[in-house]
């Protein structure tokens, strides 16, 4: 054992008291510790604070007191200078007899050690360690210390150089509001959170403001101020951030049935913030829940109070996830109005509405302008609201944040119903399908090529096919699908090029048709039954648009190929399909033959 002038240091395989004599150590200071254990370090200030237990004395002369007190002392000691693995143990049995050793004991043994200032920074910490702990289960020890005392003990660790250090003293700190009520502590808290000699001060303070339970507090005017702080937060957050206000539902739900007036109102602006940061499928039960409350506060006289409910209210309608009752007798009372009037009188009334913010309210109204428009058509829509309307509908497709079918069905109807007078806002249009296609998301890109179907049959009419398809560059995307590693790709192109092929026949595209033809050929050596299918019939196509001559000089370089891979696939290409591609070609070739 390592005896120094402060104390000894333990040493495995030494001798303690011949090192201690060699040393010239005091007698009075013990090498060893009976009922303690393993220690890293003994110094002289712990025999000051801690003689009681130095002492060998009879167990059985001592008082429920005395022994709960040498417990205490032998458990801070293990705590203070034991091995990590002693030092666990004792932190848990202080925690857990908390209770049992009572607030003043406690404190008795706690402050004396903390206010030494001999001691190293581990040693402080690690006492702050043992008040914060017992503190969550036994408030009665600020009540025992008082606030002064509490504040100079742990003044020295409010700008400590370690954050982890800081932020267990703002827990303790939080602990000490909660026991003796937060007005007593504001002064304090003032004067730390403005402090200009310490930013690891005005941190701390900060910190114990974040960690005090302030909804539940005792006093009306900190749970006001608390409601208003979260409702201030959530804004800020927006839309973002519903993880950290979870543990907050419940205080503030129990809250808005306890609490009238002011802290009310402040209780439901919080909640009002809160709704539209939650997912679509858990506001709709919150918004049952405060939707009674709302309607007991719409007779308030206090017009305060109105404007609050007014807004939640507004916030809550516009919440994802919020499914109107009346949705669908709205939406059929107004094709009935358009029944008994005029397309034009309907839709010019409601088309502004497609550019609402509210995403529920815009698919309400672009539902109520496809149906008027499906059953009593568009023929009555004048060019200032057909400009209207298109613009309209584009700004609710592009604004949509979740691909959504009746969008898609209004957008297909409203310029199918147009006809060849949506040709001035082509470009706009494709424009907006070229972008959705190049988008990651697979969902986005299946909404941008069912529109372009859905369109289809309007653009023939306009005469703008090779427009769109100069924007949407077909060939660069069958090319790349061609010669794309995934199957499904090639599969899904060899489709395409089949009724392309079947498509321009006799039209004077057999270059275009040729190039496709050289790429797809080469992925008839597949072995996947649906790619090789696919490429089949793409094949088989071809034979229609570039004549059975062509796909012969295909066949022919296969069979007279040395290789057996090659040549069976050529043998494949002939079985069942001669008759109908292979032999016109071969009498074209080969008269003398037939």
């Known amino acids: 054992?390592?005896?120094?002038?402060?104390?000894?240091?333990?040493?495995?395989?030494?001798?303690?008291?011949?090192?201690?004599?060699?040393?010239?150590?005091?007698?009075?200071?013990?090498?060893?510790?009976?009922?303690?254990?393993?220690?890293?370090?003994?110094?002289?200030?712990?025999?000051?604070?801690?003689?009681?237990?130095?002492?060998?004395?009879?167990?059985t002369e001592l008082s429920m007191d005395e022994m709960k007190e040498c417990k205490i002392m032998c458990l801070l000691l293990k705590i203070k200078n034991g091995t990590p693995p002693v030092r666990k143990?004792?932190?848990?049995?202080?925690?857990?007899?908390?209770?049992?050793?009572?607030?003043?004991?406690?404190?008795?043994?706690?402050?004396?050690?903390?206010?030494?200032r001999t001691f190293e920074d581990q040693e402080r910490h690690l006492l702050v360690k043992v008040i914060d702990r017992?503190?969550?289960?036994?408030?009665?020890?600020?009540?025992?210390?008082?606030?002064?005392?509490m504040i100079s003990t742990m003044r020295l660790d409010i700008d400590h150089a370690d954050e982890y250090v800081r932020n267990t003293t703002a827990g303790a700190f939080s602990m000490v509001a909660s026991a003796l009520g937060i007005p007593s502590l504001l002064p304090f808290l003032e004067a730390v959170c403005g402090s200009k000699k310490s930013w690891q001060a005005r941190h701390t303070g900060i910190r114990i403001v974040q960690q005090i339970d302030g909804l539940q507090d005792e006093q009306q005017k900190v749970r006001t101020m608390t409601a208003l702080a979260l409702a201030a937060l959530a804004?800020?957050?927006?839309?973002?951030?519903i993880e950290s206000f979870d543990n907050l539902l419940k205080p503030l739900w129990v809250g808005i049935r306890l609490h009238r007036g002011k802290s009310l109102a402040a209780f439901l602006k919080a909640i009002g913030f809160i709704l539209p940061l939650m997912d679509p499928e858990y506001v709709s039960y919150y918004i049952k829940e405060v939707t009674i409350i709302l309607i007991r506060e719409f007779q308030t006289s206090n017009e305060e109070m109105k404007k609050i409910v007014l807004k939640v209210v507004q916030q809550c309608a516009a919440t994802e996830g919020v499914t109107p009752q009346n949705y669908r007798q709205v939406v059929e009372t107004t094709v009935e109005l358009a029944q008994k009037s005029v397309v034009a009188e309907i839709v010019g009334r409601i088309v502004n509405d497609l550019?609402?913010?509210?995403?529920?309210?815009?698919?309400?109204?672009?539902?109520?302008?496809?149906?008027?428009?499906?059953?009593?058509?568009?023929?009555?829509?004048?060019e200032g609201l057909e400009v209207r309307l298109v613009n309209g509908i584009i700004y609710s497709f592009q604004e949509q944040t979740t691909e959504d079918q009746v969008m898609l069905d209004g957008f297909g109807t409203v310029v199918n119903a147009l006809g060849i007078r949506v040709k001035?806002?082509?470009?706009?249009?494709?424009?907006?399908?070229?972008?959705?296609?190049n988008n990651k998301n697979a969902k986005v890109r299946q909404q941008a090529a069912d529109l372009t179907t859905r369109l289809a049959v309007v653009i023939k009419q306009c005469g703008a096919l090779s427009f769109v398809f100069e924007h949407t560059s077909v060939m660069t995307m069958l090319e790349d699908a061609?010669?794309?590693?995934?199957?499904?790709?090639?599969?899904?192109?060899?489709?395409?090029?089949?009724?392309?092929?079947?498509?321009?026949?006799g039209l004077g595209c057999e270059d275009s048709m040729l190039h496709l033809m050289n790429l797809v050929w080469p992925n008839c050596f597949e072995t996947s039954p649906h790619v090789i299918g696919a490429v089949m019939d793409a094949v088989e196509a071809m034979h229609v648009t570039l004549g059975p001559g062509v796909l012969l000089?295909?066949?022919?370089?296969?069979?007279?190929?040395?290789?057996?891979?090659?040549?069976?696939?050529?043998?494949?290409?002939?079985?069942g399909r001669a008759p109908v591609t292979l032999v016109p070609g071969a009498r074209n070739a080969y008269p003398l033959v037939a």
């Open 355 to 382: 550019k609402d913010e509210a995403k529920p309210y815009r698919k309400m109204v672009m539902e109520t302008i496809t149906k008027v428009v499906a059953s009593l058509g568009a023929s009555d829509i004048d």
């Open 424 to 437: 001035p806002y082509l470009t706009q249009i494709v424009s907006t399908i070229l972008w959705r296609l």
């Open 482 to 505: 061609l010669t794309d590693c995934d199957l499904v790709h090639r599969r899904t192109a060899s489709t395409i090029i089949k009724h392309l092929a079947l498509g321009v026949a």
């Open 235 to 241: 804004e800020a957050a927006a839309p973002y951030g």
């Open 1 to 59: 054992m390592s005896i120094t002038e402060v104390g000894f240091h333990s040493l495995e395989g030494s001798d303690d008291a011949a090192a201690a004599a060699a040393a010239g150590l005091a007698p009075d200071l013990p090498t060893e510790i009976p009922g303690v254990g393993s220690l890293a370090f003994f110094k002289a200030e712990d025999a000051q604070y801690l003689a009681k237990i130095l002492k060998e004395e009879d167990e």
């Open 134 to 149: 017992p503190l969550l289960i036994d408030e009665d020890y600020s009540k025992s210390a008082g606030l002064a005392y």
């Open 553 to 575: 000089s295909y066949v022919l370089q296969g069979l007279f190929h040395p290789a057996r891979k090659v040549l069976a696939q050529g043998v494949l290409c002939i079985d």
């Open 89 to 116: 143990t004792a932190l848990r049995q202080i925690t857990d007899k908390a209770r049992e050793f009572g607030a003043g004991p406690l404190v008795d043994k706690i402050l004396p050690l903390l206010m030494e």
